[in-house]
C-alpha cells in the first residue's frame, strides 16, 4: 500500500509541477532577455531614429564636430555623406557626387568636410572637399602613387584633419603599398607622401586604417593593421611639419587595429581590434594606450571585430562599434554592440544593445556629440539612431577652466562605490520589468508547492 501510495504521489507531483514550472520559466524570460537586450541592464535608451532617404547598406566611417553641430556618415549605397543636425537631431542632405565615399572629417574652421574617395579597384584616387554653407563639393584632390606615378591605387581611404597647421593626412590603404597623404587644407595641394614599403615605414601587410590628430603635441596617430615587424599592428606617430614618421607604437598580438579614437584631456586612445587577419580562436579585445609613450595601459577583453571607435570629452568615455561573442573569440555567434568603456580607469562598462539591431554589423558606426552627449549609431536600413545615457552618468563636462576659488570645507566621507574590472563589463541592474518577472515567478512557485501539498494530502487520504 505505501509503495502504491509514493508512486501516486510522484505522479501527481509531475502532473502539477512540470506545467508551472514552464509557466514559471517563461515568465522569468524577459528578465534575461532584457539584460542583453538594453532595456532592463543599461542606462542608454534609443531616443529617436532620424530616417535617411534611403537608409545605406553600405557605409564606411561617421564622424561628428560639436563646434558645427554636425554629424556625417558617408553612403556607399547612394554614392554621397548624408548630413544631420545633431541640435535638433534632424536630416539635413545627402551630398552626392562620389564615387565610393570612405573615411570623412571635418575641418571646422574651414566649415569643410574632407571625404576620401573612389573605390578599392579604382586606377584614380581623389579626395572631395565639401562646403557646409551650401553642401556642394568645391574641391577635388588627384592623389597620385608615390612609388609609381601608376596604376592601381586604390581608394583614398579614411583621413583625419590636423587644424593648427592645416593638414589633412589620408591613407590609400588599397594601394600596393599602401601609402599616407599630406594635403595642404588651405591650398588643397599635396604636401608630401609616404609609402609603407620597408623603406620609409614599415612594410604594411593588410593596409592602412584610422589616422587622428592629438592637438596637445601636433602629432598625427596611424592604425597600421599589420607589417613584417608588428604582425598584431601597430600606432605610428608622424610629424605634420616634417612629414615623417617619428615613433612606432607595437600592439598585442591578435590586434589588428581598424578604428582610433583620443581622449585629449587624458592623453589616451582607444584602439579598436578589428582582428581580422587574426587566426581563429583569438579572443576579442579593445586596446587602451597612452598617447604620450605608448605604453598598453589596458587590454579590455570581451569587445572586439571592431572598425569605428569614439571619445567623447563630455563624459569621458570611449565608445566602441564592434562585436561581442557567446565564447569570447573572433570566431564566436556574434552580437553587435556599442561597448562603453571609462576613459579614466578603463574599466569596461556596459553594452548598448538595441532590440531589433542584435546582428552583428546592424549597428555600423558610432560618433558622439559632446555638446549633448547624444549618440549617434548608424542603423542598417533605418536610419541614424540617437541613444542617450537616460540616467546622465556623466564624470565630467565640457568648457574653459575657470580660476581657483577659495578652499572650501572638508566635506562627508562618501560611501565606496562599486569594484570594477578592466576586463569584464559591469554586472547589469535589473530594471522594473525584471523585478515584475521575478516576483510574478515567486508567486507562481508559491502556489506551486500550495498546490501541490494539497493534492498530496488529498490523494493521501483516498
Same mark, same amino acid.
Not at 590586434?255 to 582607444?270: F, I, R, T, Y
Not at 597612452?290 to 571585430?305: E, S
Given at each position: 500500500? /505505501?509503495?502504491?501510495?509514493?508512486?501516486?504521489?510522484?505522479?501527481?507531483?509531475?502532473?502539477?509541477?512540470?506545467?508551472?514550472?514552464?509557466?514559471?520559466?517563461?515568465?522569468?524570460?524577459? %528578465?534575461?532577455? &532584457?539584460?542583453?537586450?538594453?532595456?532592463?541592464?543599461?542606462?542608454?535608451?534609443?531616443?529617436?531614429?532620424?530616417?535617411?532617404?534611403?537608409?545605406?547598406?553600405?557605409?564606411?566611417?561617421?564622424?561628428?564636430?560639436?563646434?558645427?553641430?554636425?554629424?556625417?556618415?558617408?553612403?556607399?549605397?547612394?554614392?554621397? $555623406?548624408?548630413?544631420?543636425?545633431?541640435?535638433?537631431?534632424?536630416?539635413?542632405?545627402?551630398?552626392?557626387?562620389?564615387? !565610393?565615399?570612405?573615411?570623412?572629417?571635418?575641418?571646422?574652421?574651414?566649415?569643410? #568636410?574632407?571625404?576620401?574617395?573612389?573605390?578599392?579597384?579604382?586606377?584614380?584616387?581623389?579626395?572631395?572637399?565639401?562646403?557646409?554653407?551650401?553642401?556642394?563639393?568645391? !574641391?577635388?584632390?588627384?592623389?597620385?602613387?608615390?612609388?609609381? +606615378?601608376?596604376?592601381?591605387?586604390?581608394?583614398?581611404?579614411?583621413?583625419?584633419?590636423?587644424?593648427?597647421?592645416?593638414?589633412?593626412?589620408?591613407?590609400?590603404?588599397?594601394?600596393?603599398?599602401?601609402?599616407?597623404?599630406? $594635403?595642404?587644407?588651405? /591650398?588643397?595641394?599635396?604636401?608630401?607622401?609616404?609609402?609603407?614599403?620597408?623603406? =620609409?615605414?614599415?612594410?604594411?601587410?593588410?593596409?592602412?586604417?584610422?589616422? $587622428?590628430?592629438?592637438?596637445?603635441?601636433?602629432?598625427?596617430?596611424?592604425?597600421?593593421?599589420?607589417?613584417?615587424?608588428?604582425? &598584431?599592428?601597430?600606432?605610428?606617430?608622424?610629424?605634420?611639419?616634417?612629414?615623417?614618421?617619428?615613433?612606432?607604437?607595437?600592439?598585442?598580438?591578435?590586434?589588428?587595429?581598424?578604428?582610433? #579614437?583620443?581622449?585629449?584631456?587624458?592623453?589616451?586612445?582607444?584602439?579598436?581590434? /578589428?582582428?581580422?587577419?587574426?587566426?581563429? +580562436?583569438?579572443?576579442?579585445?579593445?586596446?587602451?594606450?597612452?598617447?604620450?609613450?605608448?605604453?598598453?595601459?589596458?587590454?579590455? %577583453? +570581451?569587445?572586439? !571585430?571592431?572598425?569605428?571607435?569614439?571619445?567623447?570629452?563630455?563624459?569621458?568615455?570611449?565608445?566602441?562599434?564592434?562585436?561581442?561573442?557567446?565564447?569570447?573569440?573572433?570566431?564566436?555567434?556574434?552580437?553587435?554592440?556599442?561597448?562603453?568603456?571609462?576613459?579614466?580607469?578603463?574599466?569596461?562598462?556596459?553594452?548598448?544593445?538595441?532590440?531589433?539591431?542584435?546582428?552583428?554589423?546592424?549597428?555600423?558606426?558610432?560618433?558622439?556629440?559632446? /555638446?549633448?552627449?547624444?549618440?549617434?549609431?548608424?542603423?542598417?536600413? =533605418? &536610419?541614424?539612431?540617437?541613444?542617450?545615457?537616460?540616467? +546622465?552618468?556623466?564624470?565630467?563636462?565640457?568648457? #574653459?577652466?575657470?580660476?581657483?576659488?577659495?578652499?572650501?570645507?572638508?566635506?562627508?566621507? &562618501?560611501?565606496? !562605490?562599486?569594484?570594477?574590472?578592466?576586463?569584464?563589463?559591469?554586472?547589469?541592474?535589473?530594471?522594473?520589468?525584471?523585478?515584475?518577472?521575478?516576483?510574478?515567478?515567486?508567486?507562481?512557485?508559491?502556489?506551486?508547492?500550495?498546490?501541490?501539498? =494539497?493534492?498530496?494530502?488529498?490523494?493521501?487520504?483516498?
Amino acid at each position: 500500500m /505505501s509503495i502504491l501510495r509514493n508512486k501516486v504521489k510522484r505522479n501527481s507531483i509531475k502532473k502539477i509541477l512540470v506545467p508551472l514550472a514552464l509557466i514559471a520559466l517563461m515568465m522569468t524570460m524577459p %528578465m534575461f532577455e &532584457g539584460a542583453n537586450a538594453q532595456t532592463a541592464g543599461s542606462s542608454y535608451g534609443l531616443i529617436k531614429i532620424i530616417a535617411l532617404p534611403k537608409a545605406p547598406a553600405s557605409t564606411d566611417i561617421a564622424y561628428v564636430d560639436p563646434t558645427l553641430h554636425l554629424y556625417m556618415v558617408s553612403d556607399k549605397t547612394n554614392l554621397g $555623406i548624408d548630413i544631420i543636425n545633431t541640435t535638433s537631431n534632424t536630416y539635413i542632405t545627402t551630398v552626392t557626387g562620389f564615387v !565610393g565615399a570612405n573615411g570623412v572629417t571635418i575641418a571646422p574652421d574651414l566649415n569643410q #568636410a574632407w571625404v576620401g574617395d573612389n573605390n578599392a579597384t579604382s586606377t584614380a584616387s581623389t579626395v572631395k572637399v565639401v562646403s557646409l554653407t551650401n553642401y556642394t563639393i568645391i !574641391g577635388n584632390i588627384t592623389i597620385t602613387n608615390p612609388t609609381t +606615378g601608376t596604376g592601381t591605387i586604390g581608394r583614398s581611404d579614411e583621413l583625419s584633419y590636423d587644424q593648427k597647421d592645416h593638414v589633412i593626412l589620408v591613407a590609400n590603404d588599397a594601394a600596393i603599398p599602401p601609402f599616407v597623404t599630406f $594635403i595642404n587644407a588651405t /591650398s588643397k595641394q599635396i604636401i608630401a607622401q609616404i609609402p609603407y614599403d620597408g623603406i =620609409a615605414a614599415n612594410n604594411a601587410t593588410n593596409g592602412l586604417e584610422q589616422s $587622428i590628430w592629438n592637438p596637445t603635441n601636433d602629432l598625427f596617430y596611424q592604425a597600421v593593421p599589420s607589417t613584417v615587424n608588428n604582425t &598584431g599592428g601597430e600606432i605610428d606617430v608622424l610629424n605634420p611639419n616634417s612629414t615623417s614618421i617619428v615613433q612606432v607604437y607595437p600592439l598585442p598580438a591578435g590586434s589588428e587595429p581598424h578604428g582610433l #579614437a583620443l581622449n585629449v584631456a587624458l592623453q589616451k586612445l582607444c584602439v579598436g581590434a /578589428s582582428q581580422i587577419g587574426a587566426p581563429n +580562436g583569438t579572443p576579442i579585445f579593445t586596446v587602451i594606450m597612452n598617447a604620450t609613450n605608448g605604453q598598453i595601459l589596458n587590454q579590455v %577583453m +570581451g569587445i572586439g !571585430g571592431t572598425d569605428e571607435v569614439w571619445s567623447n570629452a563630455a563624459d569621458s568615455r570611449f565608445y566602441v562599434c564592434g562585436k561581442i561573442t557567446l565564447d569570447g573569440t573572433n570566431n564566436g555567434s556574434a552580437l553587435g554592440a556599442i561597448a562603453v568603456i571609462d576613459a579614466t580607469s578603463g574599466i569596461y562598462l556596459e553594452n548598448i544593445i538595441l532590440p531589433g539591431f542584435q546582428r552583428y554589423l546592424s549597428m555600423r558606426t558610432v560618433a558622439a556629440d559632446s /555638446s549633448n552627449n547624444d549618440i549617434y549609431i548608424l542603423l542598417s536600413t =533605418a &536610419g541614424v539612431g540617437v541613444v542617450t545615457d537616460l540616467l +546622465g552618468n556623466y564624470t565630467s563636462t565640457i568648457g #574653459a577652466t575657470g580660476p581657483a576659488g577659495p578652499k572650501g570645507a572638508t566635506g562627508a566621507t &562618501g560611501t565606496p !562605490g562599486p569594484i570594477g574590472s578592466s576586463s569584464t563589463p559591469a554586472v547589469p541592474e535589473f530594471g522594473s520589468a525584471a523585478l515584475i518577472s521575478i516576483a510574478a515567478a515567486i508567486i507562481v512557485v508559491t502556489l506551486c508547492a500550495i498546490a501541490v501539498t =494539497a493534492r498530496t494530502r488529498k490523494t493521501l487520504r483516498k
